[in-house]
């Protein structure tokens, strides 16, 4: 009888871990469809809101998606410089519209992409960067061939700001990168939201969570982690941008990709400051630190 008491014990805990292992890992890969709002972005129409030209493009990625995008031209018609604006893990290309007009004022050409999402297609996964890195290089191949661009900067938003960073440690055509909000770690991330959302501990879940998570989404959970690429893109410059007040990607995440990287490098501690929204904060320094840095640096 004790042995039949204890089977069950040992198959209700495994039926109960292995079962909650699966649900997080879903909710990780299975992304909501949500909407922009203006507490959020600020801006959640077209570019023509803000008196921008635009056009509606496409790029295809390298293992099949189309995807959307923004081009706005700058008014030099013989500009070749063009700024790369990549969005986070809920959100959409309205994210970095905020700081869109500024930049094109001061000469550049801008792109503002959606990365994969269930939007364009409800069997699309979200992956944490992995897969979303193809959406990136897409997008410098765009530039880069149908615009005869040569010279590249990014600015990322949170998970666009962490796939962002991993892609210019590998490819030379991003000469400067702005990172806003962005992961040191991905699995430090989503442990830290596990424990705040759900009250769950770190162990023994998250390892058989990130298990997963690594198959169901056929990635390498260690290829998703900017801290350990950040170096790397040295010396090439980089400006990391974080709030004090960031709820979803703990401060510390900032501290800890700029001690990780090298010079040339900067840092917006931004004081009170909530997740990506450093331009509702301060709009002025935002814009103007993001433009002096890509004016000194492109």
Known sequence: MIKKIALFFVLLFSCVYFGSAWYFSSKILMLPITE???ERFFY??????QGI???NIVFKTSD?????AWYMPSRNKNAKKAILLVHGRTANRT????????????GYNVLAIDLRHPRQDPTIIST???HEKKDVIAALDYLTVER????IGVMGFSMGAATSMIVMAKDPRIKAGVFSGGYANSMDVLAEQAKVLYGLPRYPLMPMVAKFFAWRGDLDIDEINPEKYIAKISPRPIYIMHGTADKTVGFEHGQRLFAAAKAPKQFWQAENGEHTKLWQLDNEKAETSVVNFFDRYL
Not at 44 to 49: A, T, V
Not at 64 to 68: A, K, Y
Not at 95 to 106: D, P, S, T, V
């Open 36 to 38: 922009c709002t203006l």
């Open 64 to 68: 099949g998606l189309t995807l959307p």
């Open 95 to 106: 994210e970095g519209m905020r700081y869109a007009k500024a930049i094109i004022a001061a």
């Open 128 to 130: 944490m960067g992995y």
């Open 53 to 55: 030209t635009f056009e």
């Open 44 to 49: 959640c129409g077209e570019p023509s809101e």
């Open 148 to 151: 005869n661009i040569d010279s």
